[in-house]
């Protein structure tokens, strides 16, 4: 959390800490009711302009019975965090039509040891920071996955080791455009069947797993559940994120899997992009267009996050 602190300080940023942010309380950090009353605070706060996520988990989705959408719609503000946060920023793009961030949280990417990594940091800058449309996004020339255990400050002894990256693989051509949509794909299953599952008509649809690594026959039992809810018969396109901690026949099995769930459809898949678990990573605004263009091997956020 310090070394955290310290890169948005170093980045010109003041930094408030959550009320109950520190709290230890078992699988979370404290209560549903505490820290939805932590959300409220800055979302009211006019001296708040970004709320940070420390870090993801698996518990947002206590968070939405208590949630108040109005204060929220009433009280713009910057949400930014991955993995369990895709719950809130789906959501509450869903209730109020606010354009949240899926990028990077405070313990994972800005507490990077020795400092935040140049492509990350960018990204971030660049989407937040900037009220113009965010442009193209290009491939990351290396990437890292390494786990150093921040129980016994192993992440504080040096940098993670990283290695080159192939690039992102375009398994389907095409040309698409339209609204972002997505996140962790287990967390996105905390949404099915509520009221803020979102409408994926026309969307670009993007997806990544977990530090868990599901295997890939478990991302393939989700993915058919889209395709038997119509979720593909809608898309106009589909990103998938670099799974963390797979090994090389497992990228090659979900590669299989990607284009058997697909096959049907006419809209383009990348996979192996830089976001999601696997560092670095580049920021979707959930709500902004985008468009995918495979003859050019282009991508690119054509709106704005922020105004």
Known sequence: MENGVRQLERLGFRVKLGRHALNPGGMVSDSAENRVSDLHEMF????????????????????LPLLDFDLIAENPKILMGFSDISVLNVAIWCETGLVTLNGPCLLTDFAEYPEMLEYTRSAFLRVVCEPRPIGRVVPSSWWTEEYLDWRTKKDLERARECVPSAGWAWLKN??????LVGGCLESLQHLRGTRFWPSFQNAILFV???????????VDGMLMDYENMGVFS??????????????????????????????????????????????????????????????????????????
């Open 44 to 63: 009211t706060d006019p001296d708040v302009r970004l709320i940070l996520a420390a870090i993801g988990g698996d518990h947002s989705c206590h968070l």
């Open 174 to 179: 095409g040309v698409a455009e339209g609204v």
């Open 208 to 218: 990544e797993t977990s530090g868990d690594a599901p295997a890939p026959a478990r």
């Open 234 to 307: 809608q898309l106009a396109g589909l990103l998938v994120g670099r799974p963390m901690g797979y090994s090389p026949a497992q990228r090659r099995e979900l590669r299989g899997v990607l284009l058997e769930r697909t096959h049907r459809f006419s809209f383009p898949v990348i996979m192996d992009m830089d976001f999601g678990h696997t560092a670095p990573q580049f920021v979707l605004p959930v709500g902004c267009r985008a468009r995918i263009d495979s003859e050019r091997r282009a991508f690119e956020i054509v709106e704005a996050a922020v105004s």
